[in-house]
């Protein structure tokens, strides 16, 4: 059984701009785009408007995500991803775009879809402080502590790193 969608208020701050929309009826993410064009040297990021403003109900956020079809094609990402939307911010949604690519600038053209929208409910925590945590089956293991690392000098340098341990 399908849920009903979250009724969230919008407003346009670019009267132009389309409504942010998902591409397909199971997606999760709704696309944003950007209403200003711009070029992304290699290596160099810009905060991009979206030409959107929301209200969220309480005790839901929306998370701003990288495409993955711009991530793959032009190594296109966000530097703060995912982007954190309060429920109680009122200002435009911004998205902060870095070109990951080493040698290719990056063009983005007025309302070409650059980031996408997730809305989810998210829990309020009441912290109770103690001497000492219950254990559990992990423990303090962290970063790594699972093995499964790539093997270094397999040709695949990106995935391999000399850095473990510190
Ligand atoms: O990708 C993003 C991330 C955040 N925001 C907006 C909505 C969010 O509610 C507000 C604050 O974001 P965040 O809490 O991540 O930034 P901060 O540096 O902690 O700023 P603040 O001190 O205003 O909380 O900025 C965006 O438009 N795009
Ligand atoms: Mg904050």
Known sequence: MSRQPVD???????????LPSYGHP????????TTEAAVLAPGERAVLPTG???ALPDGYAAFVHPRSGLAARCGVSMVNAPGTIDAGY????KVIVVNLDPRESVRF??????????VQQVEKVRFHE???LPGSARGEGGFGSTGG???VGNGFASVACDREGQ
């Open 90 to 93: 009122r200002g435009e949604i």
């Open 8 to 18: 969230v208020l919008i407003n346009r701050v670019d009267p132009q701009v389309p």
């Open 149 to 151: 690392h790539a093997a």
């Open 52 to 54: 959107v403003a929301i």
């Open 130 to 132: 103690v001497a000492e």
């Open 26 to 33: 199971g997606d999760a993410g709704l696309d944003l785009v």
């Open 109 to 118: 053209e007025r309302f070409d879809r650059i980031a996408q929208l997730v």
